[in-house]
C-alpha cells in the first residue's frame, strides 16, 4: 500500500482561459478500487493524462506506482494477438495471462490470431488482462464498457471487482457499484474523494445538494441584506469624507484637522465593515458551488393516425455468407419504447439502420406506416463537425431550442463558439440526441445513444423519456437505463 499525493494542482490548456484544475489537493490509496464520476468536459481524461505526464502543470503529483493506460493504443492492429501482449509486458509469465484470459472468458486461442479479428469485448478482456499482470502498476481505466454488450460489462465488472489498484471511470451504474470501493468525482468547483460505491455518493450527493438548495431563500436574503448594508456603510463613509470641506451650522470654520482625523478613523472602520460584508456575501455564495443543473428537457412528438407504426416480418440479415441475425418478427405500436437486446454483431445495429431507408441485403417483410417520420441516432459521431449554429440550420430544427437543451445538459457557453470536432466524446453524442429531440417525429430510433455521456445526463434522459413516453426503439447495454426505460424487449 502506498499513497498517490496530488497537491495545489493547477492546469489550463494553452490558449485557454480557464483552469480546468485549480489548487485542487487529495490524495489517494494505490490498493483502492476507485470509480471516476464527473460531467463530460470536466477533465476526467485531462487528469488521467496528468498523471500520464503528457501535461505541464503547476502543483505537485507524487506516486511510488507507475501509471497504465487502458485501453492500450496498439499500432499495428494486424498482428498477432499473443504480440500486442508482449508489447504491453515483455517479462510476463504465460500461465499468468492464460488464468487471466480464463478469468475473462476468454479462449488462448484468441492469441494466435491477429488483434483486429477480435470482437470489441475480446480486445478489451485481452488488454484488461495484459495490464493486470503488470507489477507495482496503478491502471487508469477509462471507459472499458463502451461497445460491451450487457454479459460481457458484468463479466468484466466481476472480474474488476475481484482486483484492486486503479481509476476507473464509467457512467454506468451498475458497472461502478459492483466493483468499486471508492469515488473521485469532479464536480463543478472541487474535487472529491468518497468511501463507497456509486449509489453510495449519489445518495450521499443528492443530500447535500437538497441541503444546499433548501438554504437558498435563506442564502438569497442573507446576501441581499449585507448588499444593501454594504452600500450603506459606502455611502456613510463618502458622506463624512465630504464634511471635511464644509463648515459648522453657526457659519464657523470646522477644525480641518480634527475632522480629518475623524473621517480617516470612520473611513478605515468603514471599510473595513464593507469588506467583511463582501467576504461574507463570498462565503455564502459559495455554500451553493456544487449543486448540479439537472433541468428537465422537453421533447415534442407527432401524434400518428394508426396505432401500429412499423412491423418486422420473418427478417432476417446476412452479409455475403455470413448470417447476422434471422427470422426476426416483432411490431412496434404507439407508446412503445422497446430495447433490442443480444450479444455484440447479432444484428441490432443492422436492424435499426434497415428501418432507417440503408441499403442492407435482408429477406422477410418490413411494413413500415406511410408518413412516418423518424429521428435516428447512431453510434458514430465522427461525421460531426462546424458550429452549432450551422449544424442546426443544416438539419431544419430550431436553434434556440437546440441550444437550450444543450445547456440543460451542462454545456457552457464557451462551448457553443467552438467547433463541434472539438468536443468530447460525450459531448457529440449529446449533439446528437439534442437534434433528436428538437425534431418532430413518431418514433425515436437511437443506437448505443450513451455512449461516453455522464451519470447525471443519463438520469435527465431517462426523466425525459419517462415523463414524455415517445415511441422509441433502441440499443442500450446500460442495464440500470434498459430497467427503467424498456417496456418491451426484443432478444436478438
Known amino acids: 500500500m502506498s499513497l498517490i499525493q496530488v497537491s495545489n494542482l493547477t492546469f489550463a490548456y494553452d490558449g485557454s482561459y480557464d483552469n480546468i484544475f485549480e489548487n485542487v489537493s487529495f490524495q489517494l490509496d494505490t490498493d483502492w478500487k476507485l470509480g471516476f464520476t464527473g460531467r463530460n ?3 476526467k481524461t485531462t487528469f488521467l493524462n496528468l498523471l500520464l505526464g503528457k501535461h505541464e502543470y503547476s502543483g505537485t503529483i507524487s506516486a511510488k506506482v507507475s501509471f497504465d493506460y487502458f485501453p492500450f493504443q496498439v499500432e499495428n492492429r494486424d498482428q498477432m494477438t499473443i504480440d500486442v501482449v ?27 490470431r491477429p488483434f483486429s479479428s477480435l470482437s470489441n469485448g475480446e480486445q478489451t478482456k485481452v488488454l484488461l488482462a495484459a495490464l493486470f499482470l503488470k507489477e507495482n502498476s496503478f491502471l487508469l481505466i477509462d471507459e472499458p464498457t463502451n461497445h460491451l454488450d450487457m454479459g460481457a460489462r458484468k463479466l468484466v465488472s466481476d472480474y474488476l471487482k475481484a482486483k484492486s489498484g486503479y481509476i476507473l471511470v464509467s457512467h454506468d451504474r451498475s458497472f461502478l457499484d ?3 470501493d471508492h469515488i473521485l468525482s469532479i464536480n463543478r468547483t472541487n474535487i472529491e474523494v468518497q468511501r463507497g460505491n456509486f449509489s453510495d455518493w449519489w445518495e450521499n450527493k443528492q443530500r447535500q ?6 438554504e437558498n431563500d435563506k442564502l438569497k436574503k442573507d446576501i441581499k441584506r449585507l448588499s444593501e448594508a454594504s452600500k450603506r456603510t459606502s455611502n456613510w463613509s463618502d458622506e463624512v469624507e465630504k464634511t471635511k470641506n464644509g463648515t459648522l451650522n453657526s457659519g464657523s470654520k470646522l477644525d480641518k484637522g480634527y475632522v480629518g482625523h475623524k473621517a480617516a478613523k470612520m473611513m478605515k472602520r468603514s471599510k473595513s465593515m464593507e469588506q467583511r460584508q463582501l ?7 459559495k455554500l ?4 448540479e443543473s439537472s433541468d428537465s428537457l422537453k421533447i415534442s412528438q ?16 446476412a452479409y455475403g455468407e455470413r448470417k447476422v441475425c434471422q427470422d426476426i418478427s416483432f411490431v412496434i405500436e404507439q407508446g412503445d419504447r422497446i430495447v433490442l437486446s443480444g450479444k455484440n454483431g447479432s444484428g441490432k445495429s443492422s436492424l435499426l439502420k434497415l428501418l432507417i431507408g440503408e441499403p442492407i441485403s435482408y429477406s422477410g417483410t418490413i411494413r413500415k406506416g406511410s408518413g412516418l417520420k423518424i429521428s435516428y441516432v447512431s453510434q458514430d459521431t465522427s461525421h460531426l463537425q462546424g458550429n452549432l449554429t450551422d449544424y442546426a440550420r443544416e438539419h431544419g430544427i430550431d436553434e434556440s431550442l437546440f441550444k437550450a437543451i444543450l445547456r440543460k445538459l451542462d454545456f457552457s457557453r464557451v462551448q457553443f463558439e467552438k467547433d463541434i470536432s472539438a468536443y468530447s466524446g460525450g459531448q457529440k453524442k449529446k449533439v446528437l440526441i439534442a437534434k433528436s429531440l428538437c425534431e418532430s417525429v413518431h418514433l425515436h430510433i437511437w443506437d448505443e445513444p450513451l455512449n461516453f455521456i455522464d451519470v447525471i445526463s443519463r438520469m435527465q434522459i431517462e426523466e425525459l423519456l419517462l415523463e414524455y413516453q415517445p415511441t422509441i426503439l433502441f440499443v442500450e447495454h446500460d442495464s440500470e437505463f434498459v430497467s427503467r426505460i424498456a417496456t ?5
Not at 467576504?279 to 455564495?285: F, G, R, V
Open 279 to 285: 467576504s461574507a456575501i463570498e462565503d455564502k455564495s
Open 178 to 180: 459492483n466493483c468499486v
Open 41 to 43: 468536459g470536466r477533465g
Open 288 to 291: 451553493l458551488r456544487n449543486v
Open 86 to 112: 508482449d508489447a504491453i509486458y515483455p517479462d510476463y509469465e504465460y500461465w499468468k495471462l492464460a488464468r487471466e484470459l480464463t478469468l475473462l472468458q476468454v479462449s488462448e486461442e484468441v492469441l494466435y
Open 302 to 317: 407527432l401524434r400518428y393516425h394508426k396505432n401500429q407504426f412499423v412491423e418486422f416480418d420473418h427478417v432476417s440479415i
Open 488 to 492: 418491451k424487449s426484443i432478444e436478438l
Open 209 to 214: 445538494d437538497q441541503y444546499e438548495l433548501s
